[in-house]
Nanobody, 125 residues
């Protein structure tokens, strides 16, 4: 399984970006997917996840109401729409696949088995 994230860039505070993550190998539609982020000098933190169908989602409190995770199983792609961006959203963003037996609602990075390479989002004030 390979995950390729893209869509990062430089944006002003209050702006929007959409990240994409394309999966190859495996059966994408069988797995829940998530997004994490890591800012310089900080630990990786959970951002959002959605179920295999996209019908269930959950978010970190810090992004709830501003970010939306979605997926298109026909395109093997998961998205993260980010709005009302703030400087503290600046980080590398990673997509990841939830392990098959991991509990729904987990925010632990160890519960994800495959990771994309990260895409940098920089929000200027």
């Amino acid at each position: 399984v390979q995950l390729q994230a893209s869509g990062g860039g430089l944006v002003q505070a209050g702006g929007s970006l959409r990240l994409s993550c394309v999966a190859s190998g495996g059966t994408f539609s069988n797995y829940a997917m998530g997004w994490f982020r890591q800012a310089p000098g900080r630990e990786r933190e959970f951002v959002a996840a959605n179920s295999w169908s996209g019908g269930r989602t959950y978010y970190a409190d810090s992004v709830k109401g501003r970010f939306t995770i979605s997926r298109d199983n026909a395109k093997n792609t998961v998205y993260l729409q980010m709005s009302s961006l703030r400087p503290d959203d600046t980080a590398f963003y990673y997509c990841a696949r939830l392990r098959p037996l991991a509990p729904w609602g987990t925010t632990a990075s160890g519960d994800y088995d495959y990771w994309g390479q990260g895409t940098l989002v920089t929000v200027s004030s």
